[in-house]
């Protein structure tokens, strides 16, 4: 059975880093694109990141350089590089999985979706100083 599970959250104070780990389990990370989505409780779902299988990487313009995602394809995992965190920043983190990154162009920066097939079931980011 494919699984998705997320680690690394906790709580930080604004202008600290943390790295979230996806790894996954009954299947092949490589083989997917690999997504990371955050949400505040009572608001929508956010995409953040995508890295295709071709590890092409896909960034929310909120993110503005702040974050970074890559592959670890030893430990079957996609990690999510977060620095410079903002109170802003506080929810919980999902990573997802699906064929191909879930974006279209628009005025010439990519806008990211939210259509994934498996979802892990997050992990607390919270940013309070």
């Known amino acids: 059975q494919a699984q998705l599970v997320e680690s690394g959250g906790g709580l930080v104070q604004p202008g600290d880093s943390l790295r979230l780990s996806c790894v996954g389990s009954g299947f092949t990370l490589d083989n997917f694109a690999i997504g990371w989505i955050r949400q505040v409780p009572g608001k929508d779902r956010e995409a953040i990141a995508c890295?295709?299988?071709?590890?092409?990487?896909y960034y929310a313009q909120f993110t503005k350089g702040r974050f970074s995602i890559d592959r670890d394809s030893a430990r079957n995992a996609v990690t999510l590089q977060m620095n410079d965190l903002k109170d802003e920043d506080t929810a919980v983190y999902f990573c997802?999985?699906?064929?191909?990154?879930?974006?279209?162009?628009?005025?010439?920066?990519?806008?990211?979706?939210?259509?994934?097939?498996?979802w892990g079931q997050g992990t607390q980011v919270s940013v309070s100083s």
């Open positions: 890295i295709s299988r071709g590890r092409s990487e």
């Open positions: 997802a999985a699906t064929q191909y990154c879930p974006r279209w162009l628009k005025n010439d920066r990519w806008i990211l979706g939210l259509d994934y097939e498996y």
